[in-house]
């Protein structure tokens, strides 16, 4: 190990690598403290060809490597194990924001770009980069590929595969993979990139990628729906995008004890009603200056009974403020203290019979549960977390009820945040014995030596 490790400091530099036990404290956790790990050295190469250096002379050492990026992941799938052996090849140097094509909407970009620089990169060309969640100041291009990163504009744009026209890889062996077309329509061949996307860096360390741009959304209406039931949420939803169609940029579900967390551990947030209600909805409806559309079917909404009130932001200040509330939601529940995360999906015409027979499942298996529920419903993503009564041994019970509910109904267990270290035994559970085969496969032929990110995913 200590002739590796000098040879990863020639390869990446003097500004290239850190061993210092508190330069490294925040890269061997995961970010809610669930998981932690050793490690002797993280690297952060320059360049691909600085990576793939690095992989090489892993590779000859047979010693593996955690990819990471932010660090901002929800299930360990960027932190290394305890054994104190595995080296952290960090992204963060690589972040130029490499081209930018206005006319053919693309731009490419290296893995360590911030989110937030690469959507600021879209913007000063007159353009729109659709992904964008709650970490996007600090978590990197790379890391929200490599976990298929989903957030708040799935419901119109899709999931981080959706954004992707070409990638640059490094293989296990070292091999470096130049797939950065530019191109939207291209049937030479298997579509190579989608093997590294969301495959959390197991069968290659994602370098750079081609990102799809999107013309700018029309002006932004953003509205805070207060709603009697999640059902509610559900029929409303069909109601809007029936008089919307695509004008619905994001559709956010939050119970109002949520927004209570919110409201107590997040300085100067406050909901904008009067009274109470048991749910609120988030929306963002990209409809321009088309004011009386918008409050028609507001109207209409009131009048079918799904909308017991309406606020509707004046300015970008108090959109900024509704949204903030919404963002802060991860912040405010780590505080609140440690509860089971849940990130399923269900098909949307089965969200309000998960609700509800997950309610029937909570108060039969613990009584004194919190529930702590709020998600992306309009693309049937839900984070269904709870917190349990202290010294309750009834958390891997729960779980699994949850996730057999989710699975009954035809859902997945992992809807945005990946598979990683901490529900990796869930895959064989509940994927086919098929497709857990074909994904061992996939993993042996591109990484035979199993150092690629090994204990993630599969």
Known sequence: MKQLLEQLKAIVGPKGWTTDPTDLEARLTEWRGVANGATPIAVFP?????????????????????PQGGNTGMCAGAVPDASGEQVIVSLARMNRIRDVDAANFSMEVEAG?????????????????????SAEGSCQIGGNLSTNAGG???????????????????LADGTIVSGLRSLRKDTAGYDLKQLFIGSEGTLGIITAATLKLFPRPAAISTVLLAIDSSGDAVRLLGLLRNALADSIEAFELISDFVFGLVESHIPDTRLPFEQRAPWYVLLDVAIGDNNELLQAVLGNAVNEGLVRDAVVAKNSMEAGRLWRMRHSIAEAEKAHGKSLKHDIAVPISRMEEFLRRGDELLKNLAPDIQLIAFGHVGDGNLHYNVALPAGSEAGVQVSHAIYDLVNELGGSFSAEHGVGATKRELLPKYRSESEIRLMRTLKTALDPKNILNPGKVI
């Open 46 to 66: 320059a360049s691909t060809d600085e990576v793939a250096a690095v992989v090489c002379a892993c590779a000859d050492a047979e010693v593996a490597i955690v």
């Open 152 to 170: 708040i504009n799935v419901v119109r744009y899709g999931t981080a595969r959706a954004q992707v026209l070409g990638i640059e890889a490094v």
């Open 113 to 133: 770009c911030l989110l937030e620089n690469v959507q600021t990169a879209a913007s000063n060309v007159d353009r729109f980069f659709a992904l964008s969640l």
